[in-house]
């Protein structure tokens, strides 16, 4: 009984953990409802007819200027919720920055989610790792992750999402990563899309 207990406390901490910060998921693959397909636990595709509504967020950023995610519609939007104490997100950043260039000449928008830090600690990393891209300032409000807790909540950090065209979810990756020929994939899969359902 002792050792039953002890093992579900393990379980219940490690549970708030992922939920609380930098985290990968189990392997395994889980085929969900609503035309949606998890690989991983981690990877999350949503067929275009089964997205929800078009998801709008902004906020200040680190060089103080302002975004508004309706300014991008028309075009994929790559978000990335990340803080610079995160050791996956230092491990994905280089990756990030790399798929960023590949892209942004196409149209791609990026922009990251700074949850926990401040301008000066945000701008370091981005200068650190050469990401280019602006990183929306979520500290004091969460506004954003608020946004997007409604369809694909961002449970950890590093979280990525990939948006289509109207604004809607079409892909999220919880946790690092895994590889940027995933991430590669999923942002050219919704490149390939009509602008249209």
Known sequence: MVKRGSALLGLALAIGVVLSGCAVAPPG????GRGSTTFD???TEIKAADRGKPITFGGTQVDGSTADSRSWLGSPVVVNFWYAGCPPCRAEAPDLAALYDQFSPTGVKFVGINVRDQADTAAAFEATFGIKYQSILDVGTGAVQLAFAGQVAPNAVPTTIV????GRVAARIIGKIPASSILRTL???????????
């Open 29 to 32: 693959l889980v085929v969900t």
């Open 41 to 43: 636990n981690t990877i």
């Open 163 to 166: 948006l289509d065209r109207q």
């Open 187 to 197: 942002i050219q899969d919704t490149v390939n899309e009509s602008s249209t359902p």
